[in-house]
């Protein structure tokens, strides 16, 4: 059963750094799009990243754009979303899901399978 698990949320301050990690089981990540969204309280999902399946192509959204970092180790069955220089509307659930597709997208529609979400919490 394909399986996604995030890890590596938690409590941090404004300006520091996380790095969360999506574990796949039951398949390999060689054929999926990987990608990161968000949920704050009250408001809609956010696609924030983006990774293709060899990892040579990444997106970002505007607002992340510059200050998180996607990455993949296929070997490792793993991606990761690096987090720097945060903000406290950086707070939300994280999620990874996965695509069987050849084509990158911040749309959450477009992913079939869904991590349960590390949580984020940005605040001093």
């Known amino acids: 059963q394909l399986q996604l698990v995030e890890s590596g949320g938690g409590l941090v301050q404004p300006g520091g750094s996380l790095r969360l990690s999506c574990a796949a089981s039951g398949f390999t990540l060689d054929y999926y799009v990987i990608g990161w969204f968000r949920q704050a309280p009250g408001k809609e999902r956010e696609g924030v990243s983006c990774?293709?399946?060899?990892?040579?192509?990444?997106i970002y959204s505007d607002s992340v754009k510059g200050r998180f970092t996607i990455s993949r180790d296929n070997a490792k069955n793993t991606v990761y979303l690096q987090m720097n220089s945060l903000k406290p509307e950086d707070t939300a659930a994280y999620y990874c899901?996965?695509?069987?597709?050849?084509?990158?997208?911040?749309?959450?529609?477009?992913?079939?399978?869904w991590g349960q979400g590390t949580q984020v919490t940005v605040s001093s």
């Open positions: 990774i293709s399946r060899r990892g040579g192509i990444t």
């Open positions: 899901a996965a695509a069987l597709s050849s084509r990158t997208s911040l749309r959450g529609a477009d992913f079939g399978s």
